[in-house]
């Protein structure tokens, strides 16, 4: 059995030393690294050769990688890195990997060719002077390969013991059985389905009913199908805490009934929840834990490896039993685990972290979407960025006087977008050449400056960077249809206006696409995927993916369905509508007392009709979702829901109750949504209904309709949680009994059954 590993990859694990070095250098983008290197090449003679694969072997290690150039007619090998600023300021340790990479790649290079001797070269090629640095040593073939060969003695034994654990994870796997004995109704088919994808290699769309166990039943048919199909990862995407949670509980069950699973689990979480430091720099003059990290990380990697279950705690307890940083050991950790759970940005962000190391390291990978509803909105955020002039105006006065030409040009250019801006808001359907141009002048300037003055960064002004970064980033993505470019304008004054700009993702299919189908199989679920095509128009599935709605393990007498049609709470009917809600509320907990959740499609619209309850009714408990409310105060919202208990708790459609809790049993009994979930009627949602309706020719139905029913279906969700619940939804609006609205509810609501019905009067 061979380990195959990437040059990049055997040099970060044996040739990085030192500290850990994350003070603020900005380095190219992805797209000034390439142009980098095509540029080097284009320099060179004829005979160069640009991208040369090569391979080598020791022991049981497969080393492979490309390098960057050769030219035969010197004899001499490149190693091209490009940077921006000022390359003294350099770390040494940087410099030692550069070097240690051109090593690796001279040697596998002599091996090839048969060659004694080679000159091998860093090209340090500065992407804003264009400006070529070349470093050049010259070595016997017996000399690279002798450093060859202590690059992977220093690996090999960590490779051994990786290729023992991954035959171990494979037996174990494949004889893996179901922890629960027997499927849910419902769960045999989705995990059926799920094993079927990966072993096709297709992409899966799930819709799956809340309560069937949709994580056990992906999670437990991907890990059957990991030796089979060859998986180096398994990761389960989410786009909230909760499904984390629920990711690593369903591993927890898997252990529990198999305590010897030799399968490693690592729990992602952003940066500043991982921190042990956050008034501290990210390096060893710093932070303790950056300091001389890379002396300490083999020891904390040994150990972390032996951990079965890293989650948040767990990773942070063998950090900092080492004494190394918990967020950077579990970035380490993610090239060493078998199931990863983390948040959606870890893959389908432009930088990021799973993405990077499957593609660099030709990883077979397998993706669990989550709850992947969310990924629409999700992905459009991840792919807009905006700015803000008031915040530009900020750091212009505070700002170094080297920055202020730079900054005071961008603000130009911005005002001078203002003399066509006749509306508040308006819609554009080019992008400013002017202003781009200013604002890359701009974020040129700011690179220059933060590499010379790496200390003590303004946080304003580095704020500013990294949106000018991100503006930037999505300015070169632009596509009138895929996106939208606006201006909101703040008139202060007659000769005064500040604004915020904005470039917004419209359709995301087009960037997760290639990060869907580089996996071997991707499947995305949730309990409302309906209808199909809208989501495999955004999110942009293969042409041969999928569809899958699994039956309902629920019974339509579970839950009766009510259409309150006499009421409607359109805006302009909304004071209207309040007493009869309140009637509708305490006439429903009068007869059938317990606890409920009320939806509403404002925070505004939720307090009047709490306080019209509250003076009409005050014998009925109540409690109120209210805005910003931080972990601390939505735990204590769900803690009003109390077993065998009786009261309203009053939230927002969409918000943070809307979905992903659990409430069985009699701590929720019933729900009352008081809105079609509908996004709000204004100047930019109306220039995406323009473009749905250009793309998809349904504008209102993906901008409006779509998205308002799916957050309708989870939040009744919230009512039936197993096979034992017995509860009541009231749809309260007209629209809910119109024939294209109701066909885009659950099936197993049997709303023309016994348990359901219509409330006209």
């Given amino acids: 059995m061979s380990y195959r590993i990437a040059v990049r990859a055997l040099c970060e ?269 990210c390096h060893g003059d710093s932070c303790p834990l950056a300091r001389g990290f890379y002396q300490r990380l083999p020891a904390a990697r040994q150990a972390a490896s032996q951990v079965p279950m890293l989650d948040r705690q767990a990773l942070r307890q063998v950090a900092l039993e080492h004494q190394v940083c918990p967020y950077y050991l579990s970035q380490e950790m993610a090239r060493w685990s078998d199931l990863v759970v983390a948040d959606y940005n870890y893959y389908f962000d432009f930088s990021a972290l799973l993405f990077g190391l499957a593609q660099a390291n030709q990883w077979q990978v397998a993706v669990l979407v989550d709850e992947a509803h969310n990924l629409v909105e999700r992905g459009r955020g991840m792919y807009s960025a905006s700015l803000d002039q008031q915040q530009l105006a900020k750091v212009r006065a505070s700002a170094p006087q080297a920055l202020k030409s730079s900054l005071q040009r961008l603000n130009r250019e911005w005002n001078a977008l203002h003399k066509d801006q006749v509306a508040p808001y308006q819609a554009h359907d080019r992008l400013p050449t002017a202003l781009l141009k200013a604002l890359g002048l701009c974020v040129a300037a700011l690179g220059d400056y933060f590499n010379e003055h790496p200390e003590g960064l303004d946080s304003e002004l580095q704020g500013l960077y990294f949106e000018l970064l991100q503006f930037a980033r999505v300015a070169e993505l632009f596509e009138p249809q895929q996106f939208i470019f606006d201006i909101s304008k703040r008139v202060l004054s007659a000769k005064r206006s500040l604004s915020r700009l904005c470039l917004r993702n419209v359709v995301p299919a087009a960037l997760l696409r290639p990060r869907l189908t580089a996996a071997r199989s991707s499947v995305l679920f949730s309990a409302t995927l309906n209808p199909r095509h809208y989501y495999a128009d955004l999110l942009g599935l293969p042409e041969n993916t999928v569809w899958l709605d699994v039956e309902s393990p629920f019974e339509a007498r579970q839950l009766e369905v009510h259409i309150v049609s006499r009421i409607s709470t359109r805006y302009v009917h909304r004071q209207a509508s309040l007493a009869p809600i309140v009637e509708l509320l305490a006439r429903q907990f009068q007869a059938r007392p317990g606890n409920y959740l009320a939806f509403f499609s404002s925070f505004d619209y939720l307090q009047q009709v709490a306080e019209l309850l509250a003076l009409e009714h005050p014998q009925i408990a109540l409690w109120q979702q209210s805005r910003g409310m931080d972990e601390s105060s939505r735990e204590n919202f769900l803690q009003q829901f109390r077993a065998e208990g009786q009261g309203i708790g009053f939230a927002v459609l969409g918000g943070a109750f809307g979905e992903g809790i659990d409430l069985p049993g009699s701590k929720l009994i019933g729900a009352f949504v008081a809105t079609l979930g509908l996004p709000q009627l204004n100047p930019l949602n109306e220039q995406m209904k323009q473009r749905m309706a250009a793309l998809f020719g349904s504008g209102y139905d993906y901008t409006y309709l779509y998205p308002g029913l799916q957050k309708v279906v989870q939040a009744a969700g919230r009512v039936i949680r197993s096979q034992a619940d017995r509860g009541v939804l009231m749809l309260i609006d007209d629209r809910f009994a119109e024939p294209r609205v109701r066909q885009l509810l659950p099936g197993w609501w049997a709303l023309d059954g016994p348990g359901g019905s219509v409330v006209a009067g």
Avoid at 139 to 146: C, G, I
Avoid at 226 to 250: C, S
């Fill in 13 to 281: 694990f044996s040739a990085k030393s030192g500290d850990l070095d994350l003070r603020f250098t900005p380095s190219p983008t992805a797209l000034e690294g390439m142009h980098g290197h095509r540029t080097v090449a284009s320099r060179r003679n004829p005979e160069y050769q640009s991208e040369v694969a090569l391979e080598g072997r020791y022991g049981e290690l497969l080393v492979k990688g490309r390098a960057d150039g050769y030219d035969p007619t010197q004899n001499l090998l490149e190693e091209i890195k490009t940077y921006r600023g000022d390359l003294a300021r350099m770390p040494d340790n940087h410099r030692q990997l550069h070097w240690a990479q051109a090593k690796v790649y001279g040697w596998l290079l002599c091996q090839s060719l048969q060659l004694p001797v080679i000159r091998v070269s860093l090209v340090y090629f500065d992407v804003l002077s264009e400006q070529e640095t070349s470093l050049v040593q010259e070595h016997s073939a017996q000399v690279l390969e002798d450093f060859f060969n202590q690059q992977c003695a220093l690996f090999l034994h960590w490779a051994q013991q990786e290729m023992q654990h991954r035959t171990a994870r494979d037996q174990a796997t494949r004889s893996l059985s179901f922890p629960h004995g027997e499927f849910r109704r419902g769960q045999r088919h989705l995990a059926e389905s799920v094993y079927k994808a990966v072993s096709t290699g297709r992409c899966l769309l799930a819709q799956a009913p809340t309560g069937i166990g949709k994580t056990l039943g992906t999670i437990f048919p991907m890990l059957k199908a990991m030796a089979p199909q060859q998986l180096d990862k398994l990761l389960f995407l989410t786009a909230k805490t909760p499904g984390r949670q629920l990711a690593l509980d369903a591993a927890r069950v898997l252990f529990a009934d198999q305590p010897e699973l030799p399968l490693r689990v690592l729990e992602l979480v952003a940066r500043d929840k991982a921190c042990e430091h956050l008034d501290k720099a």
